[in-house]
T-cell receptor, first 115, second 115 residues
Framework: AQKVTQAQTEISVVEKEDVTLDCVYETRDTTYYLFWYKQPPSGELVFLIRRNSFDEQNEISGRYSWNFQKSTSSFNFTITASQVVDSAVYFCALAEGGATNKLIFGTGTLLAVQP | EADIYQTPRYLVIGTGKKITLECSQTMGHDKMYWYQQDPGMELHLIHYSYGVNSTEKGDLSSESTVSRIRTEHFPLTLESARPSHTSQYLC??????????????FGAGSRLTVL
């Protein structure tokens, strides 16, 4: 069975601090895809990144970086020098290989960045 | 600019009423999805469709029904709303692919409150 665990329910940081959001996944598939989405207070889910199971290379995009480690089944997300606009709920999600494309979401982490 | 539209954004309705949540996308995507988001943030897949006249139930049992008569339109209907149906409903779409997991594009959501 597939499962995504985001153990951190809420995180509060002060602006300019670095923060890491944890994501641990379970799957029996050898081909799978991992995602991070951001949900600001307005409600829509905004895509941040997709990573396939064959690509363990870490990725950096501006203040965002992602660390994918198959050995620990983790796909953690770090925000460097956090800003108030980063305040949102962040979801990690898993999709199996093939054409189904169904996303299994974690429970989300609410990030509050205080000025 | 949104390419997937959900209406209404907010709906407050009495028990027993029939409601339809509309979802339309302009991207020509074959796959469409409905997710239900609990007040505690967790997202659950309740319906999905791979194309016209194709609908499937998701991982979370739901009393709602869906239809897919046109590619761009994927409405969700509750025949008799109850307070337990109070939730946020998120519609999403993605392109069809023979392999791989494409990125889901989400609408802004419909927040339903049943009194």
């Amino acid at each position: 069975a597939q499962k995504v665990t985001q153990a951190q329910t809420e995180i509060s940081v002060v602006e300019k601090e670095d923060v890491t959001l944890d994501c641990v996944y379970e799957t029996r598939d050898t081909t799978y895809y991992l995602f991070w989405y951001k949900q600001p207070p307005s409600g829509e889910l905004v895509f941040l990144i997709r990573r396939n199971s064959f690509d363990e290379q870490n990725e950096i995009s501006g203040r965002y970086s992602w660390n994918f480690q198959k050995s620990t089944s983790s796909f953690n997300f770090t925000i460097t020098a956090s800003q108030v606009v980063d305040s949102a709920v962040y979801f990690c999600a898993l999709a199996e290989g093939g054409a189904t494309n169904k996303l299994i979401f974690g429970t989300g982490t609410l990030l509050a960045v205080q000025p | 600019e949104a390419d997937i539209y959900q209406t209404p954004r907010y709906l407050v309705i009495g028990t027993g009423k029939k409601i339809t949540l509309e979802c339309s996308q302009t991207m020509g995507h074959d796959k469409m999805y409905w997710y239900q988001q609990d007040p505690g943030m967790e997202l659950h897949l309740i319906h999905y469709s791979y194309g016209v006249n194709s609908t499937e139930k998701g991982d979370l049992s739901s009393e709602s029904t869906v239809s897919r008569i046109r590619t761009e339109h994927f409405p969700l209907t509750l025949e008799s709303a109850r307070p337990s149906h109070t939730s946020q409903y998120l519609c999403a779409s993605s392109a069809l692919s023979s392999s791989g997991a494409n990125v889901l594009t989400f609408g802004a959501g419909s927040r339903l409150t049943v009194l």
